[in-house]
């Protein structure tokens, strides 16, 4: 049996899936973060110029990965209008294809839940 990857490891997995679909939609990489807890981890910009500040979030199945904390996004929200940027939500599942007790593990196979990219509202409420 391999290494069980780390929170920050199964954080850069969820950043590849992201990633991949961003550069299939013809976004450009800005900058990119991948440090835990750092937000965004993405900020890229359309072919017409639009930036968007892209947030991944992995969650460890069966955990929701497209649950994410209401009150800190409004301040993330307001972080995006300043900048004229709009924000995009991915939320990634990884689980082990062995049940949710199990670590995923280094080189093996992983069940993985991710419906895409989304757009969030940045509109005042």
Request: hydrophobic content about 35%.
């Amino acid at each position: 049996m391999g290494k069980p990857l780390t929170e920050q490891e199964l954080h850069n997995l969820a950043m590849n899936h992201v990633g991949k679909e961003l550069e299939e939609r013809g976004y450009e990489f800005i900058a990119v973060n991948s440090k835990l807890k750092k937000h965004p981890q993405f900020v890229c910009v359309d072919k017409d110029n639009q930036y968007y500040f892209v947030i991944v979030k992995v969650a460890i199945l069966p955990d929701n990965p497209n649950n994410y904390d209401v009150v800190w996004m409004e301040s993330f929200k307001k972080h995006a209008r300043d900048n004229n940027a709009k924000v995009l939500y991915a939320g990634v599942g990884i689980g082990n294809i062995d049940g949710e007790t199990s670590h995923i593990y280094l080189d093996e196979e992983y069940l993985l839940e991710y419906s895409g990219i989304r757009l969030v509202e940045t509109n005042l409420n």
